[in-house]
């Protein structure tokens, strides 16, 4: 045995021992032995370690097949805080959570795209301060998702193209200020965590969720894991051709998903057709008040609704057809519309992906909408820290 070969392979087994009481919620130590195939003797060891750092507790007795109760081992989500960051096109969003990823407190700031990188950082930092003053408990780490693409391995956001960033190395930024582990990941590969983990995919393999922020994006969960890529940069759908001749998008193509359904796509329409004047006050409108006013009556406004819906419907018939999900979660300014776009999205869904995907497939807004991405952070936290327990609690 080679020196640290020992301290590998409890490293392993204590990573698959979180894993699985995760997983199971709740779960006797005899139950993680016959799932993970060790010996009765070093779940006993590793778990007794973990409860002695508070990162398990034991629960309630469970039930017995005959013999004695045994005693439930679950993770202690009341025990630590996480932090959550979602670094949007137009807004940060930041929140404080437990790690069953119940939100303590929130903040939210308005950003634009001529501040640079660093006054964005500050803001963020600003940010994670005063959501910090709300702790109740250890804080273990921070979790960002940031919009366009990311390595995560580094945490550096390699491109974020309504940010006009190139290479900015959020992770390094962050742990030096706050001294913690930070994860960093794309903003709808987190939401997909947070739908995998606390929302509508907890007991899905095989789905996919679309966001219509500012952009569009995607995400693809295949046999429970999220899918990456070479470069982890997969399913960046709002840059798939939806019509050939259609209209210039950032990225150099033309027609993309999301230059025709998007908040982006949705406030160009507006302008294009007068609508700025003739229906809103002021310079900026919110997407919000859009849906308001259609909601309210207005026809106009109404109807480029629906030509959303229409390319929505359009995009997700490609998904179907490429993807064969079992899911597809909506999630962004879709669901503030209500139930009210779905006939239009489910029409085009209907008439071009093959039937025999589609009477499969059931299409839903998130369960947890904004919150996603929260949710989404904590498991990034949870799930960095499970690869490598002891490099963070200490032996
Ligand atoms: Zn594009």
Not at 170 to 186: Q, T
Not at 378 to 388: A, D, R, T
Request: aromatic share 8%; proline share 2%; hydrophobic share 40%.
């Amino acid at each position: 045995m080679q020196i640290g070969s020992f301290s590998l392979i409890k490293e392993l087994n204590t990573s698959v021992i979180l894993n699985t009481i995760r997983d199971n919620k709740s779960i006797s130590r005899a139950e993680i032995a016959k799932i993970t195939g060790l010996t009765p003797a070093t779940v006993t060891n590793i778990t007794g370690e973990l409860i002695l750092k508070h990162l398990i507790v034991e629960t309630t007795l469970g039930k017995s097949s005959g013999g004695r109760k045994p005693v439930m081992l679950e993770l202690n989500t009341k025990g630590f805080n996480t932090v959550g960051v979602f670094i949007g096109s137009k807004y940060i969003d930041i929140s404080i959570s437990d790690l069953g990823a119940n939100i303590i407190d929130t903040t939210f700031s308005e950003i634009n795209d001529s501040m640079t990188s660093e006054e964005v950082i500050a803001k963020v930092i600003g940010g994670i301060k005063k959501v910090m003053k709300k702790a109740n408990k250890k804080i273990l780490g921070i979790g960002v998702g940031v919009h366009g693409l990311v390595r995560s391995k580094e945490g550096v956001s390699v491109l974020a193209p309504n940010l006009g960033w190139e290479n900015v190395r959020i992770k390094d930024l962050l742990e030096s200020e706050f001294k913690l582990p930070v994860f960093v990941d794309n903003d709808v590969k987190t939401m997909t965590l947070g739908e995998k983990w606390f929302g509508a995919g907890r007991d899905a393999d095989d789905f996919v969720m679309l966001y219509t922020g500012y952009g569009i994006g995607a995400s693809l969960v295949t046999n429970g894991q999220i899918y990456r890529g070479a470069l982890n940069y997969a399913c960046e759908i709002g840059h798939t051709t939806i019509e050939a001749e259609g209209p210039l998008c950032s990225c150099g193509n033309r027609g993309c998903f999301q230059m025709l359904a998007s908040e982006f796509a949705l406030l160009q329409q507006i302008k294009e057709n007068g609508y700025d004047k003739k229906y809103f006050d002021g310079e900026k409108i919110d997407v919000e008040e859009v849906i308001d006013k259609a909601l309210a009556g207005n026809e106009d406004l109404m109807a480029l609704l629906k030509k959303q819906a229409y390319y929505i419907g359009v995009g997700l018939a490609n998904i179907i057809n490429t993807f064969n999900p079992s899911m597809i979660i909506l999630n962004g300014f879709i669901i503030k519309t209500g139930g009210i776009l779905m006939p239009e999205i489910l029409k085009q869904v209907q008439l071009r992906s093959l039937k025999y995907m589609q009477s499969e497939v059931n299409i839903i807004f998130s369960p947890l909408g904004r919150d996603a991405v929260f949710k989404g952070a904590v498991s990034l936290v949870l799930s960095g820290i499970f690869e490598n327990p002891w490099h963070f609690f200490g032996e």
